[in-house]
């Protein structure tokens, strides 16, 4: 028994969110747990959406295709998993619906990619992982 109830994979339909799910699925086999798509709609404010012209609805509605554009590319990849993954869809700023998600479980293990922000980009804005890495006390593996 691991001690892990579930196995959580960020996706963002980047080859390194696929990559971490690779792993993720390796890990959850491994410790005969429930794998976990969690994807981050990244939206700062629903002001900024709202200036933008969007309503509530069309702002669900492109979390929704964006999300499923994310879990296609995994299970694509993953396509002999039973049972299938579960799949959760949130908007907001990522690394903070992510910690909001995970919530310091320690029951939980956050698998995630590493983007591969330039230097200077990470310096000035840091990375959604080193942010969750700071903030939460639920184990996270980061996928390079």
């Known amino acids: ?33 429930e794998l976990v798509l969690l994807h981050v709609f990244p939206l700062m404010s629903n002001d900024i959406a709202g200036a933008l012209g969007m309503t509530a609805e069309e702002i669900e509605h492109t979390r929704d295709r964006a999300a499923r554009r994310a879990f296609d ?3 694509d990849e993953l396509s002999d998993r039973d049972p299938a ?11 903070e619906e992510i910690l909001a998600y995970l919530d310091n479980a320690r029951d939980l293990l956050l698998v995630m ?3 591969g922000q330039t230097r200077m980009g990470s310096l000035l804005l840091g990375s959604v992982s080193d942010k969750v890495l700071r903030h939460t006390r639920t184990p996270v593996t980061v996928v390079s």
């Open 113 to 115: 990619g590493r983007r």
């Open 73 to 75: 590319l995994v299970l």
């Open 1 to 33: 028994m691991s001690g892990f109830s579930k196995v959580v994979v960020a996706v963002d339909g980047s080859q390194n969110g696929l990559q971490a799910a690779r792993v993720a699925a390796r890990l959850a086999d491994s410790m005969g747990v």
């Open 85 to 95: 993954p579960t799949e959760v869809a949130r908007i907001g700023d990522v690394a």
